[in-house]
């Protein structure tokens, strides 16, 4: 049989951002994928250098809207860790309400998309429409719906209430159990597990040696968790369980989620019964020398933020690897094998952010010839640079 090549993107109604994938299919047998970044380059890491640290708050937070509080709190410890300075206890507790917030949102709002990929519309609806009273608790935690602008570097901006408290303890434990039941349809319903089980395996073994994060590791059994392995604000003083399957298929990658719903209501629960006394924040210097590095489990994985300052108001120079770079390698592993109808479950099961992800791209011009051609880094480097 003949192969051929099916490009997907970077316009296509089961890609939310620009994107495109190079696939060779023979039939409707996906035996190869070769993907290409850049559309959504935005130069963020470079316009850091030009951002005081206030500055650079804003616009870490819109490298990705859905995880928001995630790059605001990497952003915000990395500077932290170069100015030498202590988060206050109560800060802390209340950027990790946020921050679960913010990871539930993003999980409710994945597992809706994946349904309404798969023709089940009505459970599209449920999950937004749960996911519209987890917004509305976020909105009044940080004074905004989905771009927060909450962690500050030394701390939060503002306080939760006793009402607002109160509030979360009455409500979570309802959405609670509404999840429960729809974890008991992502198991049973021939709709769902029709369409993922089986469909996208991949080893953890070779998931590790891709250097793949977050739900998508924990999907294949691999214990993957900052939260847990490199516990950071105060998840070492909070009890929690690291969700892992073993099937390594598209129906587990969606389960890891659905289930770190239920645990992270248990985390925000605890957190505010728990809840310290004292300010929210500290006193940052205006001008940093230092290098300082933050990572956080995002919603999709492992986030680093990498800082060098060099004793001015703006960084010398900003760094960011985000979780859907680290999980691309091993989604193309994941597509070969499998039916060109299976490319949309496979890809929506590690919840890809292009944004988040795109890197440098640079336009070669031909002088003599007049033509452009566009090549990433890494071809740059292949084909013209000296080892």
Known sequence: MSTISLIIGPQHPALHEAERFLFKVEGETVIDVIPRIGYMHRGI?????TKTFVEGLYLAERICGICNVAHTLCFAEAVEQAADVEVPPRAKYLRVIAHEFNRLHSH??????????????????????????VMSLFEELTGNRV?????????????????????IKDKLPKLYKRIERYK??????PTFTTRTIDVGYISGSKLLALGAVGPTIRGSGVKIDLRYTDPYEVYDEIPFNVITYKEGDS???????????????????????HLPQGPICTKVPRTIEGEGEGRVEAPRGE????????????????RVRTPTYANIPGVCEMFKG????DIPIILGSIDPCFACTDRTTVMLLDVESGTKKTMT????KKKYWRR
């Open 45 to 49: 890491e470079k316009l850091m250098e």
């Open 108 to 133: 409710l709002l994945l597992l809706g998309v994946a349904a309404e990929l798969m023709g089940f519309e009505t459970l599209f609806m449920l999950f937004w429409r749960d996911r519209e009273l």
């Open 147 to 167: 771009i927060s602008a909450y962690v500050r570097v030394g701390g939060v901006t503002r306080d939760i209430s006793p009402t607002l408290a109160d509030k």
């Open 184 to 189: 008991k349809v992502l198991s049973e319903d």
């Open 251 to 273: 129906w587990a990658r969606y389960m890891v989620r659905i289930d770190e719903c239920l645990e992270l209501i248990n985390i925000v629960l605890y957190a505010l019964d």
């Open 303 to 318: 986030l680093l933020h990498h800082t060098i300052w060099r004793g001015g108001v703006t960084p010398w120079r900003h």
């Open 338 to 341: 499998y039916h060109v109808a």
């Open 377 to 380: 880094i890494g071809e740059i």
